[in-house]
Protein backbone atom coordinates (compact mmCIF):
# COMPACT_ATOMS: atom_id res chain seq x y z
CA UNK A 1 0.00 0.00 0.00
CA UNK A 2 1.16 3.46 -0.39
CA UNK A 3 1.77 5.27 2.48
CA UNK A 4 0.66 9.21 3.21
CA UNK A 5 2.11 11.04 5.54
CA UNK A 6 0.58 14.53 6.46
CA UNK A 7 2.56 17.15 8.56
CA UNK A 8 1.94 18.62 11.01
CA UNK A 9 -0.39 16.27 12.89
CA UNK A 10 -1.95 19.16 14.60
CA UNK A 11 -1.47 23.03 13.95
CA UNK A 12 -3.26 25.96 15.95
CA UNK A 13 -3.35 29.47 13.84
CA UNK A 14 -4.97 32.53 13.85
CA UNK A 15 -8.34 34.16 11.97
CA UNK A 16 -6.72 35.55 9.10
CA UNK A 17 -3.39 33.21 8.91
CA UNK A 18 -2.09 31.73 5.93
CA UNK A 19 -2.24 27.54 6.89
CA UNK A 20 -0.21 25.17 4.85
CA UNK A 21 -0.53 21.35 5.30
CA UNK A 22 2.27 18.97 3.50
CA UNK A 23 1.27 15.36 2.25
CA UNK A 24 3.77 13.06 1.31
CA UNK A 25 3.18 9.86 -0.71
CA UNK A 26 5.78 6.90 -0.19
CA UNK A 27 5.97 6.58 -4.32
CA UNK A 28 5.04 8.73 -7.43
CA UNK A 29 1.49 9.48 -7.19
CA UNK A 30 1.69 12.06 -10.28
CA UNK A 31 -1.54 14.48 -9.57
CA UNK A 32 -3.70 11.28 -8.20
CA UNK A 33 -4.74 13.79 -4.55
CA UNK A 34 -7.52 14.57 -2.76
CA UNK A 35 -8.06 16.47 0.55
CA UNK A 36 -10.64 16.28 2.39
CA UNK A 37 -12.73 18.37 5.70
CA UNK A 38 -13.86 17.01 8.55
CA UNK A 39 -15.51 18.67 11.51
CA UNK A 40 -16.54 17.20 14.66
CA UNK A 41 -19.10 14.06 14.31
CA UNK A 42 -19.47 15.03 10.37
CA UNK A 43 -18.10 12.89 7.41
CA UNK A 44 -15.23 13.83 5.17
CA UNK A 45 -16.28 16.86 2.74
CA UNK A 46 -14.00 16.28 -0.65
CA UNK A 47 -12.61 19.91 -1.25
CA UNK A 48 -9.02 19.40 -4.10
CA UNK A 49 -9.11 16.54 -6.30
CA UNK A 50 -6.28 15.53 -8.59
CA UNK A 51 -4.21 17.68 -6.17
CA UNK A 52 -4.90 21.47 -7.36
CA UNK A 53 -8.75 21.36 -8.71
CA UNK A 54 -11.41 23.01 -6.30
CA UNK A 55 -14.47 21.22 -5.85
CA UNK A 56 -17.82 23.12 -7.00
CA UNK A 57 -18.80 25.08 -4.32
CA UNK A 58 -15.68 25.33 -1.94
CA UNK A 59 -14.31 28.72 -1.33
CA UNK A 60 -11.20 30.07 -3.08
CA UNK A 61 -9.04 30.57 -0.10
CA UNK A 62 -8.59 26.45 -0.18
CA UNK A 63 -6.05 25.37 -2.46
CA UNK A 64 -3.79 22.35 -3.49
CA UNK A 65 -0.39 22.06 -5.02
CA UNK A 66 2.11 19.14 -6.18
CA UNK A 67 2.86 16.14 -8.03
CA UNK A 68 4.78 12.63 -7.91
CA UNK A 69 5.36 12.34 -3.94
CA UNK A 70 5.00 16.31 -2.45
CA UNK A 71 1.74 17.76 -1.97
CA UNK A 72 0.42 20.99 -0.65
CA UNK A 73 -2.62 22.12 0.66
CA UNK A 74 -2.98 25.92 1.67
CA UNK A 75 -6.03 28.18 3.56
CA UNK A 76 -5.29 31.75 2.41
CA UNK A 77 -7.13 33.37 4.89
CA UNK A 78 -8.39 31.06 8.14
CA UNK A 79 -11.84 31.57 9.03
CA UNK A 80 -13.32 30.00 12.22
CA UNK A 81 -15.75 27.69 10.39
CA UNK A 82 -12.36 26.00 8.99
CA UNK A 83 -11.96 24.51 12.18
CA UNK A 84 -11.50 20.75 11.25
CA UNK A 85 -8.85 17.95 10.59
CA UNK A 86 -8.06 17.63 6.77
CA UNK A 87 -7.03 14.23 5.06
CA UNK A 88 -5.36 13.91 2.24
CA UNK A 89 -6.19 11.05 -0.25
CA UNK A 90 -4.47 9.09 -3.08
CA UNK A 91 -5.94 7.16 -5.86
CA UNK A 92 -2.86 6.61 -7.92
CA UNK A 93 -2.89 2.57 -6.51
CA UNK A 94 -4.95 0.46 -5.10
CA UNK A 95 -6.24 0.06 -2.14
CA UNK A 96 -6.76 4.20 -1.95
CA UNK A 97 -5.15 5.45 1.19
CA UNK A 98 -5.57 8.56 3.63
CA UNK A 99 -3.20 10.49 5.63
CA UNK A 100 -3.26 10.25 9.28
CA UNK A 101 -4.75 13.86 9.51
CA UNK A 102 -4.32 17.56 10.88
CA UNK A 103 -5.99 18.90 13.00
CA UNK A 104 -6.41 22.75 12.76
CA UNK A 105 -7.51 24.47 15.97
CA UNK A 106 -7.89 28.41 16.12
CA UNK A 107 -5.59 30.31 18.54
CA UNK B 1 -29.55 16.49 -4.21
CA UNK B 2 -28.09 13.07 -3.50
CA UNK B 3 -28.35 11.82 -0.14
CA UNK B 4 -26.81 8.40 1.55
CA UNK B 5 -27.97 6.83 4.62
CA UNK B 6 -26.47 4.05 6.47
CA UNK B 7 -28.68 1.61 8.47
CA UNK B 8 -27.79 -1.44 10.61
CA UNK B 9 -26.86 -2.48 13.98
CA UNK B 10 -25.07 -0.47 16.00
CA UNK B 11 -23.87 -3.17 18.41
CA UNK B 12 -22.42 -6.40 17.08
CA UNK B 13 -20.26 -9.34 19.32
CA UNK B 14 -17.60 -10.58 18.58
CA UNK B 15 -16.73 -13.16 16.18
CA UNK B 16 -20.19 -12.58 14.63
CA UNK B 17 -21.19 -10.47 11.54
CA UNK B 18 -21.60 -6.88 10.72
CA UNK B 19 -23.81 -6.25 8.01
CA UNK B 20 -24.95 -2.33 7.30
CA UNK B 21 -27.06 -1.28 4.07
CA UNK B 22 -26.47 2.42 2.64
CA UNK B 23 -29.99 3.59 1.19
CA UNK B 24 -29.28 6.01 -1.79
CA UNK B 25 -31.79 8.97 -2.69
CA UNK B 26 -31.90 11.67 -4.96
CA UNK B 27 -29.90 9.39 -7.70
CA UNK B 28 -29.76 6.17 -9.31
CA UNK B 29 -27.40 3.78 -8.08
CA UNK B 30 -27.49 2.46 -11.75
CA UNK B 31 -25.45 5.50 -13.08
CA UNK B 32 -22.65 4.33 -15.37
CA UNK B 33 -20.84 7.15 -13.76
CA UNK B 34 -20.03 6.50 -10.45
CA UNK B 35 -19.25 3.03 -8.13
CA UNK B 36 -20.34 3.11 -4.69
CA UNK B 37 -18.31 2.21 -1.41
CA UNK B 38 -17.60 1.96 2.12
CA UNK B 39 -15.05 3.61 4.26
CA UNK B 40 -14.12 3.27 8.41
CA UNK B 41 -12.94 5.43 10.88
CA UNK B 42 -12.19 4.14 14.34
CA UNK B 43 -12.89 6.26 17.04
CA UNK B 44 -10.13 9.32 17.11
CA UNK B 45 -8.31 7.85 14.34
CA UNK B 46 -8.02 8.05 10.67
CA UNK B 47 -10.42 7.00 7.52
CA UNK B 48 -9.85 3.05 5.73
CA UNK B 49 -11.15 2.51 2.38
CA UNK B 50 -13.07 -0.95 2.98
CA UNK B 51 -13.61 -1.80 -0.68
CA UNK B 52 -16.69 -0.62 -3.49
CA UNK B 53 -19.02 -1.97 -5.78
CA UNK B 54 -20.16 -1.01 -9.24
CA UNK B 55 -23.82 -1.53 -10.22
CA UNK B 56 -23.11 -4.38 -12.70
CA UNK B 57 -22.10 -6.29 -9.27
CA UNK B 58 -17.87 -5.51 -9.73
CA UNK B 59 -16.02 -5.23 -6.44
CA UNK B 60 -13.18 -4.26 -5.10
CA UNK B 61 -12.15 -5.12 -1.65
CA UNK B 62 -9.44 -3.67 0.19
CA UNK B 63 -6.48 -6.61 0.39
CA UNK B 64 -6.30 -5.99 4.20
CA UNK B 65 -9.91 -6.80 4.93
CA UNK B 66 -10.75 -9.28 1.64
CA UNK B 67 -10.96 -12.30 3.49
CA UNK B 68 -14.01 -11.05 5.37
CA UNK B 69 -15.33 -8.22 3.53
CA UNK B 70 -18.64 -8.82 0.65
CA UNK B 71 -20.47 -5.64 -0.80
CA UNK B 72 -23.46 -6.66 -2.65
CA UNK B 73 -25.93 -4.26 -4.39
CA UNK B 74 -29.60 -4.27 -4.97
CA UNK B 75 -30.72 -2.00 -7.83
CA UNK B 76 -34.00 -2.70 -7.79
CA UNK B 77 -34.58 -1.02 -3.84
CA UNK B 78 -31.64 1.78 -4.65
CA UNK B 79 -29.09 0.30 -1.98
CA UNK B 80 -25.58 -1.53 -1.75
CA UNK B 81 -24.48 -3.58 1.94
CA UNK B 82 -21.44 -4.35 3.46
CA UNK B 83 -20.81 -7.94 5.14
CA UNK B 84 -17.80 -8.01 7.43
CA UNK B 85 -17.21 -11.38 9.08
CA UNK B 86 -15.42 -12.35 12.15
CA UNK B 87 -15.51 -9.12 13.61
CA UNK B 88 -13.29 -8.14 16.32
CA UNK B 89 -13.10 -5.35 18.93
CA UNK B 90 -10.60 -3.61 16.19
CA UNK B 91 -13.62 -3.90 13.67
CA UNK B 92 -15.08 -0.78 16.31
CA UNK B 93 -15.68 2.28 13.67
CA UNK B 94 -18.17 4.82 12.35
CA UNK B 95 -18.97 3.58 9.13
CA UNK B 96 -19.60 5.61 6.07
CA UNK B 97 -20.98 4.69 2.64
CA UNK B 98 -20.54 6.72 -0.16
CA UNK B 99 -20.54 7.59 -4.28
CA UNK B 100 -17.04 7.49 -5.53
CA UNK B 101 -16.27 8.72 -8.87
CA UNK B 102 -13.97 5.82 -9.51
CA UNK B 103 -11.50 6.09 -6.47
CA UNK B 104 -12.84 9.58 -5.12
CA UNK B 105 -15.42 9.78 -2.86
CA UNK B 106 -17.81 12.92 -3.80
CA UNK B 107 -20.93 12.02 -1.78
CA UNK B 108 -20.95 10.66 2.11
CA UNK B 109 -23.33 9.26 4.24
CA UNK B 110 -23.56 11.10 7.50
CA UNK B 111 -21.88 7.41 9.22
CA UNK B 112 -23.13 4.69 11.39
CA UNK B 113 -21.12 3.81 14.84
CA UNK B 114 -20.30 0.40 14.98
CA UNK B 115 -19.36 -1.00 18.37
CA UNK B 116 -18.10 -4.60 18.72
CA UNK B 117 -18.57 -5.71 22.00
CA UNK B 118 -19.73 -8.57 23.92
Known amino acids: DIQMTQSPSSLSASVGDRVTITCQAS??????LNWYQQKPGKAPKLLIY???NLETGVPSRFSGSGSGTDFTFTISSLQPEDIATYYC?????????FGQGTKLEIK | QLQLQESGPGLVKPSETLSLTCTVS??????????WGWIRQPPGKGLEWIGS???????YYNPSLKSRVTISVDTSKNQFSLKLSSVTAADTAVYYC??????????WGQGTLVTVSS
Open chain 2, 98 to 107: ARLVVTTPDY
Open chain 2, 26 to 35: GGSISSSSYY
Open chain 2, 53 to 59: IYYSGST
Open chain 1, 27 to 32: QDISNY
Open chain 1, 50 to 52: DAS
Open chain 1, 89 to 97: QQYDNLPPT
